[in-house]
């Protein structure tokens, strides 16, 4: 079965440690995706990345960072600076271009203690 | 940059009833609209689409989105829901210009479906 992956679904950590949320695909998709939703603020960018070792900032890059060494895995990590890490985490990927859908994964749920 | 506005943060109804979801954008070039559903405990998922042609679209489970560019809406219909329809529903919009084919999400609108 051909899907996204996020691991694990839900995470707890104190405040002040890093943490590093797990998403991979087997769509054989370039493009790949991290979200952060709130609720009543929708879905909200954090990175993006198109291409192998490539990667841009979303809208709410910071205090978050990724990499993206292989094509089927872009791990999100959620920093201490992040000020307010407590969310819901999805990460989406799409074949690329303007005219493909994004598929996402089931999320993660990070509550920071 | 662009944004998108979904007018109503909760909606309950009973089943049968009619449903119109409103989304606005504000982004003055060519866009693909879409709408995903999140079911309770389920992925995220396309509910439908418009890139161009025919503004009114036809989605999965009897859903229907109509594109008026001028009033740079397009709002999701279903004529009679189920209470199977209770989700949380989600207009995004990715702007042609803009590069790495982002999408930009409204804050959505949880729907409650009685039985």
């Known amino acids: 079965d051909g899907g996204i992956t996020q691991s694990p679904k839900y995470l707890f950590r104190k405040e002040g440690q890093n943490v590093t949320l797990s998403c991979e695909q087997n769509?054989?998709?370039?493009?790949m995706y991290w979200y952060r939703q709130d609720p009543g603020q929708g879905l909200r960018l954090i990175y993006y990345?198109?291409?192998?070792?490539?990667?841009q900032k979303g809208d709410i890059a910071e205090g978050y960072s990724v990499s993206r060494e292989k094509k089927e895995s872009f791990p999100l990590t959620v920093t201490s600076a992040q000020k307010n890490p407590t969310a819901f985490y999805l990460c989406?990927?799409?074949?690329?271009?303007?005219?493909?859908?994004?598929?996402f994964g089931p999320g993660t749920r990070l509550t920071v203690l | 940059a662009q944004s998108v506005s979904q007018h109503n943060h909760h909606v309950i109804l009973s089943e049968a009833a009619s449903l119109e979801l409103g989304c606005n954008y504000s982004?003055?070039?060519?866009?693909?609209l879409f709408w995903y559903v999140q079911y309770p405990g389920q992925h995220l998922q396309l509910l439908l689409k418009?890139?161009?042609?025919?503004?009114l679209v036809k989605g999965i489970k009897g859903f229907e989105a109509e594109f008026i560019k001028s009033k740079f809406s397009f709002n999701l219909r279903k004529p009679s829901v189920q209470w199977s329809d209770t989700a949380e529903y989600f207009c995004a919009v990715n702007a042609l210009r803009a590069a790495g084919n982002k999408l930009t999400f409204g804050g959505g609108t949880r729907v409650l479906v009685k039985p």
């Open positions: 990345s198109q291409i192998v070792n490539d990667f």
């Open positions: 418009y890139f161009s042609g025919d503004p």
């Open positions: 769509l054989n998709h370039d493009a």
């Open positions: 982004y003055g070039g060519t866009v693909n």
């Open positions: 989406a990927s799409t074949a690329g271009g303007s005219y493909n859908e994004q598929f």
